[in-house]
């Protein structure tokens, strides 16, 4: 096992390599944590790197041995979005028993986790396209992973019956412009103002919508 001496009041200690890399984890995940709070009240250009030091209560330049510039930071704010999402889906899909159910729950995350995009910052809400180059590729992976996970649920209602019988291609096309729809509607509500159509109260309606066309 790989040993640092780490010094604390004039004293030495050892300290196993398992708990820096715990400790590092955690300082990592606090300044996603505050770097999200403080994009979403202030948006992305206004919020700086002293800005998120001083909400950890740390120097400014202990963010740099984490995080070499802002940009990184706010695409790793992303990044923890866009796995806290995925992480929702898979236990509401845990929860559901049939393929239909399955395929509403993921509809179901996917339109609560549209429907908070009204509670981001008029900044960050302005900022968007601008930041459209740093969100591509996240964007890919994100649909990427979304498309495989729908073609499963869609895969598995054919085989058991639940849905009708569709060939390989239409169960990838079906899973891709599914996923599409929601990407669809994000740029337009987070664009959208006071104007909030209330998705959260029309989510039944919308995932009826969406399922019932390939149900038996």
């Not at 981001?120 to 996970?149: N, P, Q």
């Not at 729809?181 to 989510?203: H, K, V």
Request: hydrophobic share 40%; with cysteine; net charge neutral.
């Amino acid at each position: 096992m790989a040993w640092k001496i780490c010094k604390f009041a004039g004293q030495k200690f050892d300290c196993s390599m398992a708990e820096i890399l715990q400790k590092d984890e955690i300082v990592v995940r606090d300044i996603i944590d505050t770097a999200r709070t403080l994009f979403k009240k202030s948006g992305f250009k206004k919020t700086t790197m002293g800005d998120i030091a001083r909400g950890l209560g740390k120097a400014k330049s202990s963010l740099y041995y984490y995080y070499p510039s802002k940009e990184d930071i706010f695409e790793a704010v992303l990044h923890a979005e866009m796995d806290e999402l995925l992480n929702q889906i898979h236990q509401a899909i845990g929860q559901a028993s049939t393929s239909k159910e399955k395929l509403i729950a993921y509809c179901r995350c996917r339109l609560n986790k549209l429907s908070q995009l009204y509670n981001l910052s008029d900044a960050l809400k302005s900022e968007i396209a601008e930041l459209h180059c740093v969100m591509t590729d996240l964007k890919s992976r994100f649909d990427t992973t979304h498309v495989e996970l729908v073609k499963s649920i869609l895969e598995e209602g054919v085989r058991n019956g639940e849905f009708k019988k569709l060939n390989v291609h239409n169960i990838e096309l079906v899973a891709y412009l599914m996923v599409s729809s929601f990407r669809g509607l994000a740029m337009p509500l987070m664009l959208s103002g006071d104007q909030s159509p209330r998705l959260d109260l029309q989510i039944d309606s919308i995932v009826d919508i969406m399922v019932e066309g390939i149900g038996r």
